[in-house]
């Protein structure tokens, strides 16, 4: 949990301007910490999707920005996205598998 405690606060950071206005999409893992560890999008957030409703608060604070979230097959970031859905955020795009995410975002996987 101090991984996801670093890389939240890292991104978070990188995501905002100085005045707090939205700069970028924020991609969303929701898959557990040990799936992660075995490989993740570059640029990814780590909020498994049964801790993303106080998770995403630190991460996205504006319910409007863009969030693609993923995980291994669709049904979790399913899940999540419902889930913030109830919670108020708008934009939300589930790109199903990992191998996807990283094909419709151009982005690598790494471990």
């Known amino acids: 949990m101090v991984v996801l405690a670093i890389v939240l606060g890292v991104f978070a950071a990188a995501a905002f301007a100085a005045d707090g206005k939205n700069v970028a999409a924020v991609v969303i893992d929701v898959r557990t910490e040990a799936e992660w560890n075995e490989g993740h999008l570059k640029g990814a957030v780590l909020i498994p999707y049964d801790k993303i409703e106080e998770g995403i608060k630190t991460v996205?604070?504006?319910k409007k920005t863009k969030i693609y979230l993923h995980c291994r097959s669709g049904r979790r970031s399913g899940l999540a996205i419902e889930t913030l859905k109830?919670?108020?955020?708008?934009?939300?795009i589930n790109l199903d598998t990992l191998e996807n995410a990283a094909k419709v975002l151009q982005k690598p996987i790494v471990k």
């Open 60 to 62: 996205v604070p504006d």
């Open 86 to 92: 109830k919670a108020g955020y708008q934009d939300l």
